[in-house]
């Protein structure tokens, strides 16, 4: 079964615009990461939050955790039509593997 | 550096019949895992390796077999195809280095079972 489930499953948005999505997990885990996927591609790597850390920055994309609702959320500002994708968050729950949520599909409109 | 490499990028396959994905890294990691993709559920994990000579099966492993000779190969092979197995293949390969974890993946290959 799936550790982890991203909401909204699909989010269409202008460019400039601010682009939230949310994570919910089930069990208690050590991190949580996002990774991108462009359309026909492989998975590439965002950014980890750790269990003991609240919230992380790169670039424009903001991360926070809240291990206590078991929830993540990833905002990414000021939305470019290349930010166009869909967006996975894994958890690591201890085990050798991460476990994917089913994704959100983010459309950026130009 | 060419990261993780997966071949073939699409195949299409009938029913009963057998293939091998290939999946190569040059990154020295130890870990190395096989996931397919279908729409609306994210990735599952097929098999994975931590390190040469050890595999073990993650979520759905029926139908698959891995090897691991060599700490660069990971292939996936398919014993008899069924449509069942129609989906999208990504290997990945995991790198760990104190705070820092996170996992590579090839391009992907498009399977179809007709």
């Known amino acids: 079964s799936q550790q982890g489930e991203e909401d909204p499953q699909a989010l269409s948005i202008q460019e400039g615009e601010n682009a939230t999505m949310n994570c919910s997990y089930k069990t208690s885990i050590n991190n949580l990461q996002w990774y991108r996927q462009n359309s026909g591609r492989g998975l590439v790597h965002l950014i980890l939050?750790?269990?003991?850390?609240r919230e992380k920055h790169s670039g424009r994309l903001r991360v926070t955790l809240d291990t206590s609702k078991k929830s993540s959320s990833l905002l990414i500002t000021a939305s470019r039509a290349a930010d166009t994708a869909s967006y996975f968050c894994a958890t690591d729950a201890g085990g050798q593997n991460f476990v994917f949520g089913p994704g959100t599909r983010l459309s950026v409109l130009p | 550096n060419a990261g993780v490499t997966q071949t073939p990028k699409f195949q299409v396959l009938k029913t009963g019949q057998s293939m091998t994905l290939q999946c190569a890294q040059d990154m020295n990691h130890e870990y190395m895992s096989w996931y397919r993709q279908d729409p609306g559920m994210g990735l599952r994990l097929i098999h994975y390796s931590v390190g040469a000579g050890i595999t073990d099966q993650g979520e759905v492993p029926n139908g698959y077999n891995v090897s691991r000779s060599t700490t660069e190969d990971f292939p996936l092979r398919l014993l008899s195809a069924a449509p069942s197995q129609t989906s999208v293949y990504f290997c990945?390969?995991?790198?760990?280095?104190?705070?820092?974890?996170?996992?590579?993946f090839g391009s992907g290959t498009q399977l179809s079972v007709l």
């Open positions: 939050i750790r269990s003991n850390e």
């Open positions: 990945a390969s995991r790198f760990s280095w104190g705070k820092s974890e996170k996992l590579f």
